[in-house]
């Protein structure tokens, strides 16, 4: 017999999870209760992801717990904010989801016992297969990281490397090839993105705007620069590239135009003013290399400019904000 | 040309909504961020509506944005939280869901606005129609109602009266007819129900436990006795019945069945200790007539007894908790 709703929630979702000292009540009641420390704030996000949009039939139930996730907790790592907790509506297809759920939620457990994240409510519908969270995160009063802050002069930063998760798309899909043994290297990069939790929590009173990159650089700059009225001038020489990336068998324009215009990386971009780069680039954040590819200019443009002068033309159209 | 998603969200979800002062970032960056009094704890409850599930394709889409709202409201209640924030994630199918948002946000808004509470993030996908709303409230720490405190000898009451939505349910599908002039009343109990928040706070420091009603009385009562591990004695003669429900062309016991087992009411099911009986009933709560309908016994069982002595069973089988 199948497992009934009740019995589905208590397996997978209530029982994987501790007892955090600031959950007063978690799943099981009309509503969860949680407790914010005086003097912090509250941030929150949600995210769907949809089968057929999102991922596909052949994504791996674990890949998707883990990436529903990650994807929100990027959106903690952008603001600067600590996550402490998730909610979660699963909608399900299946008429006995229970061998779906153990993986799907092998994944996601993954992530959430690596961050002291835990899940506190959610609901568990009959439909078409999609995952909503919500993420809750905190950070000191009036620390959080938005993006309207840059100025002109300030430096513009992503963390990791650019363009793996666009180049596994296009593995998958056939439109190029790289050697076989980067492959694990750009599946993991597009199915397991990494959030930069660690990462966001140093740019506190350091970056004056942050984003993570989730529809491409020049689509999430673009939302900085919205932001902060402001453009920005970019070397494409200065992208950091993967080694996945610069095996491929494609030439180099293509490469940063994948860099550039592709999404799902949830690496972050954001901004420091110069007088702070010194110290910023001293500072010792584990297992999270950072690239300065350019820097914040008052006209409200997109400027590419070589090391050795030319221009670059990006033909991704990403980038539709002003 | 069809608005682009950042028109889309500016237009309905940004502009219509006021700057409270505990919202530091509403929609617009990578998270919102918002402030929780000190000494107050923040509730927070998620809720998904699923198109051909919980509203079919006849449902006007006003009342699927009021209804929407209206449920997770109804959480907050439960809880005896008041209602501050929302969240939202729509997945929409539609190419250009402007006429629809419109609509949607229209019987959205009109809810929100009459409890002061502010959209402040969320998502929008393409996919199957469905939304996923959370609800955020705070209430003084350690005042949030439970399922979990009814003890023997509380009593048990509901508001309002219960199983019109079940009604209306039955009359769209032509399983009975009530008089016409009843007709809008039921339709306007299943497709906008009236969130008991004013009740919800004022059973704070009184009831000992409580829970809306979604799933029928003794689905959700069955909650409160599984999680208080306790009996209810409930006499079916002072089940709280609309005008409609009387008029309905079915016996009492039918009546009484459509009561107890029909979900959708979204009226709160509480208990109190016999003491603070007097005190409570004196309390005026706008427009939200309340019904001593038994009391809690330490016996695990829920038993129905009539004014007359004679026994009463339920046919449904919503009540499977124990």
């Not at 955090?20 to 005086?38: E, F, K, L, Q, W």
């Not at 909503?132 to 963390?159: C, E, F, M, N």
């Not at 992208?239 to 799902?264: F, N, Q, Y």
Request: with cysteine; glycine share 10%.
């Amino acid at each position: 017999m199948p497992l009934s709703e009740f019995d589905l929630i208590r397996k997978y979702f209530q029982k994987p999870f501790k007892d955090y000292p600031d959950v007063r009540y978690g799943i099981g009641d009309d509503a969860a209760v949680v407790t914010v420390p005086s003097g912090m704030e509250l941030a929150l996000s949600m995210d769907t992801l949809v089968a057929g949009i999102h991922f596909t039939n052949r994504t791996a139930p674990e890949d998707i717990g883990y990436k529903a996730l990650a994807v929100n907790l990027s959106d903690m790592a952008a603001m600067g904010a600590e996550p402490r907790w998730v909610t979660m509506s699963l909608t399900l297809p299946e008429n006995d989801p229970a061998a779906w759920l153990e993986r799907f939620m092998t994944g996601f457990s993954l992530l959430a016992k690596k961050y002291s994240v835990s899940l506190i409510g959610g609901d568990l519908s009959r439909g078409p297969l999609s995952i909503t969270l919500q993420i809750h995160g905190w950070l000191p009063a009036g620390t959080a990281i938005t993006r309207g802050g840059s100025k002109p002069d300030d430096l513009i930063y992503v963390s990791g490397t650019l363009g793996d998760a666009g180049l596994a798309l296009k593995l998958l899909s056939d439109q190029l090839s790289i050697p076989d043994k980067y492959r694990a290297f750009v599946l993991d990069r597009l199915n397991r993105p990494g959030p930069r939790i660690d990462l966001g929590l140093a740019l506190r009173h350091i970056a004056t705007s942050a984003i993570d990159i989730s529809d491409g650089l020049i689509a999430d700059l673009g939302h900085i620069l919205d932001a902060s009225h402001a453009g920005a001038l970019l070397n494409p020489d200065k992208l950091p590239l993967s080694d996945a990336m610069r095996h491929a068998d494609v030439a180099d324009e293509e490469k940063w135009e994948i860099a550039v215009t592709s999404g799902d990386d949830y690496e972050l971009c954001f901004t420091i003013p110069p007088d702070k780069k010194t110290g910023f680039e001293k500072k010792q954040i584990s297992d999270c290399p950072i690239t300065c590819i350019g820097k914040i200019i008052r006209e409200q443009e997109m400027r590419w400019v070589r090391t050795d002068g030319s221009g670059y033309t990006p033909r991704g159209s990403g980038y539709k904000h002003f």
